[in-house]
């Protein structure tokens, strides 16, 4: 099994920045593939970034491409997105998940963990 610990979530204004972090632990983590999906009020949950665990390369949903940024601290099992120039319609729970995959899957059920969410509120 593995357990993922989300951190750093919360309210922000419109063009501002916010980190969040996802620690994974668990004897079932082998080099997952690790990232984030965010659902927000009445949406479908989607993928923002993912980050292949071995090689460090990266994955992003186009409508966060150069706001975003997504990495990792292979020694930690820990993934980080610092998010920048954020916007209203990036408010969402944010989810940190992992898979042995990359690109992450787009089919939810396909996923092989997941963490147990954060708010993200970004007000205008």
């Known amino acids: 099994q593995v357990q993922l610990v989300e951190s750093g979530g919360g309210l922000v204004q419109a063009g501002g920045s916010l980190r969040l972090s996802c620690t994974a632990s668990?004897?079932?983590?082998?080099?997952?593939?690790m990232g984030w999906f965010r659902q927000a009020p009445g949406k479908e949950r989607e993928v923002v970034a993912g980050?292949?665990?071995?090689?460090?390369?990266?994955q992003y949903a186009e409508s966060v491409k150069g706001r975003f940024t997504i990495s990792r601290d292979y020694a930690k099992k820990t993934v980080y997105l610092q998010m920048d120039s954020l916007k209203p319609e990036d408010t969402a729970v944010y989810y940190c998940?992992?898979?042995?995959?990359?690109?992450?899957?787009?089919?939810?059920?396909?996923?092989?963990?997941w963490g147990q969410g954060t708010q993200v509120t970004v007000s205008s």
């Open positions: 998940a992992a898979d042995r995959t990359f690109p992450l899957p787009t089919d939810l059920a396909l996923v092989d963990y």
């Open positions: 980050i292949f665990w071995l090689r460090g390369t990266t």
């Open positions: 668990g004897r079932g983590f082998s080099n997952h593939n």
